[in-house]
């Protein structure tokens, strides 16, 4: 009896030691991966997992140093085998998850986020992971309702509320964006990428003094971005800080290579506005060159060679602004003003009745008035300086009263 009692707890003390052993091992790859020290961290926990297969904490463990190491392939298995042990491993959702999303597997990474979702759906971080995936993917949808679902949980996040505004920029939705960046910047002064975002809804919005504010703020905080100037161009542009707007359009011209036709025209009309009509004319051309249909650089080229005097290159870029586009009322107009001034009456009238069709003008009633009295028609005349009088040129309103008013 005493020899059985004795061999019984010999194997128990064996038990005992055995498991303290393990755990030995176990605690001591714990402390070696949390040092960095991977490769003693893996031994310790292969002994674990070798004389205690079932030993679920060990397999996430030692995929966690395998990661480190770049073993990919490795850490994937032991995490497939730490669930196949403990089902609602909730570490191991996550962790597998991470390693999905880093290797660009997202649909995988999005159901183990899901699956750690399931367990857990209080955890605010992991909502943001899966909607930056979602984002990632363009669903769009799904992904407004993580970020939407992580702001709840956690409201003090910015980068949550930038990449919503984000999305309600795509949506079109401005003024929603346009809150969430204020949110974002007023929990992070420093986020850059907030600032010349808030500057492009506050362009959408036409609130182009706060844009402005916003694209200097951006780049005095050293970032690089096409984009930026791209917007802070047109802002500068709407404007008419001509200046800076040629600035701007030089800057993607000349660093970023832009070199479309919309940023020469646009220079363009920013160094004809500027009074720089030879810098106008050089953009005009580079913008035709590669548009050879755009028809407000017919009409843009055509003005500036009025200013220069060169009126008949004028009129042939006017007439091929119109025959571009019949709606296009400033050649309209301005080819019927060039007329009017060298007396041809008739061709004036007639270009200023299709620049009215178009657009109603104070200025183009005035003119034709004026056409009309120097070819004698008196009651079409008076027609037109009523009309332009009605629609606001006080010039028209004296010259109605001391020419048609009968008393």
């Given at each position: 009896?005493?020899?059985?009692f004795s061999?019984?707890?010999?194997?128990?003390?064996?038990?005992?030691a055995?498991?303290?052993?393990?755990?030995?091992y176990?605690?001591?790859g714990?402390?070696?991966?949390?040092?960095?020290?991977?490769p003693?961290?893996?031994?310790?926990?292969?002994?674990?997992?070798?004389n205690?297969?079932?030993?679920?904490?060990?397999?996430?463990?030692?995929?966690?140093?395998?990661?480190?190491?770049?073993?990919?392939e490795?850490?994937?298995?032991?995490?497939?085998?730490a669930?196949?042990?403990?089902?609602?491993?909730?570490?191991?959702?996550?962790?597998?998850?991470?390693?999905?999303?880093?290797s660009?597997?997202?649909?995988?990474?999005?159901?183990?986020?899901?699956?750690?979702?399931?367990?857990k759906?209080?955890?605010?971080?992991?909502?943001?992971?899966?909607?930056?995936?979602?984002y990632?993917?363009?669903?769009?949808?799904?992904a407004?309702?993580?970020?939407?679902?992580?702001?709840?949980?956690?409201?003090?996040?910015?980068?949550?509320?930038?990449?919503?505004?984000?999305?309600?920029?795509?949506?079109?939705?401005?003024?929603?964006?346009?809150?969430?960046?204020?949110?974002?910047?007023?929990?992070?002064?420093?986020y850059?990428?907030?600032w010349?975002?808030r500057?492009?809804?506050?362009?959408?919005?036409?609130?182009?003094?706060a844009?402005?504010?916003?694209f200097?703020?951006?780049?005095?905080?050293?970032?690089d971005?096409?984009?930026?100037?791209?917007?802070r161009?047109?802002?500068n542009?709407?404007?008419?800080?001509?200046?800076?707007?040629?600035?701007?359009?030089?800057?993607l011209?000349?660093?970023?290579?832009?070199?479309k036709?919309?940023?020469?025209?646009n220079?363009?009309?920013?160094y004809?506005?500027?009074k720089?009509?030879?810098?106008?004319?050089?953009?005009f051309?580079?913008?035709?060159?590669?548009?050879?249909e755009?028809?407000?650089?017919?009409?843009?080229?055509?003005?500036t060679?009025?200013?220069?005097?060169?009126?008949?290159?004028?009129?042939?870029?006017?007439?091929?602004?119109?025959?571009?586009?019949?709606?296009?009322?400033?050649a309209?107009?301005?080819?019927?003003?060039?007329?009017?001034?060298?007396?041809?009456?008739?061709?004036?009238?007639?270009?200023?009745?299709?620049?009215i069709?178009?657009k109603?003008?104070?200025?183009?009633?005035?003119?034709?008035?004026?056409?009309?009295?120097?070819?004698?028609?008196?009651?079409?005349?008076?027609?037109?300086?009523?009309?332009?009088?009605?629609?606001?040129?006080?010039e028209?309103?004296?010259?109605?009263?001391?020419l048609?008013?009968?008393?």
């Open positions: 009896m005493n020899r059985i061999i019984l707890l010999f194997s128990l003390f064996v038990s005992i055995s498991g303290q052993t393990v755990n030995f176990y605690d001591r714990v402390k070696s991966l949390e040092n960095n020290d991977y003693n961290a893996i031994k310790d926990f292969d002994y674990v997992i070798e205690y297969p079932d030993y679920f904490e060990a397999y996430y463990k030692r995929a966690m140093a395998n990661i480190a190491l770049a073993k990919n490795e850490a994937l298995s032991d995490f497939s085998k669930l196949e042990l403990k089902a609602d491993y909730w570490d191991v959702f996550i962790a597998r998850a991470n390693l999905y999303s880093m660009d597997n997202l649909d995988d990474a999005i159901k183990d986020y899901t699956s750690a979702i399931r367990l759906d209080n955890v605010d971080s992991i909502f943001s992971k899966r909607a930056k995936l979602y990632k993917q363009k669903a769009y949808e799904q407004l309702d993580d970020f939407s679902t992580a702001i709840r949980l956690k409201p003090d996040n910015s980068d949550n509320y930038f990449f919503r505004a984000d999305i309600f920029i795509k949506d079109k939705k401005y003024s929603a964006a346009l809150q969430d960046l204020n949110k974002c910047l007023k929990l992070n002064t420093d850059i990428e907030a010349y975002k500057g492009i809804v506050e362009y959408y919005l036409k609130d182009y003094k844009s402005k504010l916003d200097d703020k951006a780049v005095s905080l050293k970032i971005v096409q984009e930026l100037y791209t917007f161009a047109q802002v542009f709407e404007e008419k800080d001509w200046d800076a707007a040629i600035s701007d359009y030089s800057l011209i000349n660093k970023y290579k832009i070199i036709a919309e940023l020469f025209l220079r363009g009309i920013a004809k506005q500027s720089k009509y030879d810098l106008a004319l050089r953009d051309n580079k913008c035709i060159a590669r548009d050879a755009n028809n407000k650089a017919f009409y843009e080229r055509g003005e060679y009025m200013l220069l005097n060169k009126n008949s290159q004028a009129i042939r870029d006017f007439s091929k602004a119109i025959d571009l586009d019949p709606h296009c009322f400033e309209f107009n301005n080819r019927a003003l060039y007329y009017y001034k060298k007396e041809k009456f008739d061709l004036a009238i007639k270009d200023f009745g299709k620049a069709k178009i109603e003008d104070a200025d183009s009633y005035f003119y034709r008035g004026a056409c009309y009295f120097e070819l004698g028609k008196k009651k079409n005349a008076c027609a037109d300086l009523k009309k332009s009088s009605n629609l606001g040129n006080k028209a309103k004296k010259d109605f009263m001391r048609c008013y009968k008393p």
